[in-house]
């Protein structure tokens, strides 16, 4: 699809303008769309291009039913595990399908207040609107540990977010450092791929599940909490043995693919450390056959190698860092009091901070697309409220109410995130 410009008028005076053309942006665009308001979403590049810039074999983990956006579900023809580039294509077919206004290869530099609303400066000028949504990712910034002697590394150290395959390293001995999804799915596809030898390094061994299991999608387990009737959560502790129970039938007893037991179970790093299990096919049986190998962290490097927290020392050729990504949002927003001391956003979704309605923030709850579906209905809510007061005339829809009651609450869902790899 090619995006057309934004129009003029929907530039002029738009009632909401919305940062960033990922999955959490063309939501949020499509249901203030919905809603009767007039947006204009700005890409510093294009739809989705965060997921144009990942690894070629790169599938979706959750299943195709909690992937798509609200209003326009994914096509089954793309399958269980819908592939990256279908996963693209997608985004454009969502954002034509909802005559999303993407105004491409636009950044967005920094909001301020402005009256009642807000004044966004970008690399085409200032623009103005009542509401502003930010969708930058929250995979936003890749992040690389301060490791001592890193620049003096003599082999190739480059972080997941460049890794694109394996053919530059067919041949090769490899260190991935960091067992979170993409880490853990990169060692995979460099076995795969004919690297010579793959190691992982890992500081806090992970929960770890295949995409599915006995035909049951692994990540549609994180929807029985949201089932529950009453208060709906369910102790961490409870989820947590559930979640070894089930690694124990699923993948066999920890020894046999020798990774320690994780610290922390599965519910607990979901509410405490906002990361989910890893999902990843493969990688259990290369443990279990020996053919991937996990060592300790890295704790630094000098000349060709590696020294690991173990005491131990390797030579890869190439390192991979699978070591995360941070928020990036300091600049746009950081001196508005917005952000908590991990630099992500004090109020999510419908939610506001106190001194900043209308500035709302999506897609920093989990890197969960089920969430990010759920957040944009409730944000065209709480705008069209929004929208109204800051036009001083009264909200009129009975969603309007709703959002009214769910906003201006700031801290809902706080949770301190490290940088992390996604899925950690
Ligand atoms: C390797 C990998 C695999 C993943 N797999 C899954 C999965 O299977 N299922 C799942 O639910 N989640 C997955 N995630 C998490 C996933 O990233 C999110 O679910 C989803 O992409 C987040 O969408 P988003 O719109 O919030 O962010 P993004 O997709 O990152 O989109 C952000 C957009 O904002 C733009 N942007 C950034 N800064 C600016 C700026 N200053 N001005 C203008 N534009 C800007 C970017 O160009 C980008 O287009 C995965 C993450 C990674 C890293």
């Known amino acids: 699809m090619t995006v057309a410009p934004p129009r003029p008028a929907a530039l002029a005076e738009p009632d909401a303008l919305i940062v960033g053309a990922g999955p959490a942006g063309l939501a949020a665009a499509a249901m203030l769309g919905k809603a009767g308001l007039r947006c204009v979403v700005l890409d510093r590049s294009r739809i989705g291009q965060s997921w144009r810039d990942r690894y070629e074999r790169l599938r979706l983990n959750s299943v195709r039913w909690m992937s ?29 399908r909802y005559g999303i206004n993407v105004s491409t290869d636009t950044s967005a530099e920094r909001v301020e207040r402005d009256g009642a609303g807000w004044a966004l400066r970008t690399s085409a000028g200032e623009l103005r609107a009542p509401i502003v949504v930010v969708a930058t990712g929250w995979d936003n910034t890749p992040t690389m540990p301060p490791w001592p002697g890193a620049s003096d590394f003599t082999g190739e150290l480059l972080h997941a977010s460049a890794y694109r395959n394996a053919t530059p390293f067919r041949g090769r001995d490899v260190l991935v450092a960091g067992i979170g999804s993409s ?14 030898r793959v190691t992982l390094a890992c500081r806090t061994p992970p929960n770890i599940f295949p995409r599915q299991w006995m035909g049951f999608p692994i990540s549609a387990g994180t929807l029985f909490e949201k089932v529950l009737p009453g208060p709906g959560r369910l102790p961490a502790r409870v989820g947590d043995t559930f979640g070894r129970f089930f690694q124990r039938v699923i993948n066999g007893p920890r020894h046999s693919y020798r990774l320690p037991h994780s610290p922390y179970g599965i519910a607990t790093t979901q509410r405490n450390r906002a990361r989910t299990p890893v999902i990843v096919d493969g990688l259990v049986e290369a443990l279990k056959a020996g053919s991937i190998q996990v060592k300790g962290e890295i704790s630094g490097f000098e000349g060709a190698e590696v020294v690991l927290g173990d005491g131990g020392r390797v030579r890869p050729d ?76 009264p909200a009129v829809a009975d969603s309007a109410r709703q959002g009214r009651d769910a906003g201006h609450r700031a801290g809902g869902g706080q949770r301190r995130r490290p940088a992390h790899d996604h899925g950690q």
């Open 183 to 196: 880490g853990a799915e990169i060692a995979v596809d460099l076995l795969e791929g004919g690297a010579s």
């Open 318 to 393: 190439g390192v991979i860092a699978a070591t995360g990504y941070g928020y990036g949002l300091e600049a746009l927003v950081g001196h508005l009091g917005v952000l908590d001391a991990d630099g992500g956003p004090i109020a999510r979704g419908p939610e506001t901070a106190p001194d900043a309605p209308g500035l709302h923030f999506i897609g920093y709850k989990l890197p969960h697309l089920y969430e990010i579906a759920r957040d944009a209905r409730q944000i065209a809510d709480a705008a069209v409220g929004e929208l109204a007061r800051a036009r001083g005339a």
């Open 68 to 96: 798509g956006l609200p209003g326009f579900p994914i096509e089954r023809s793309l399958g269980r595990w819908v592939s990256r580039d279908d996963y693209v294509a997608y985004l454009e077919r969502y954002a034509e």
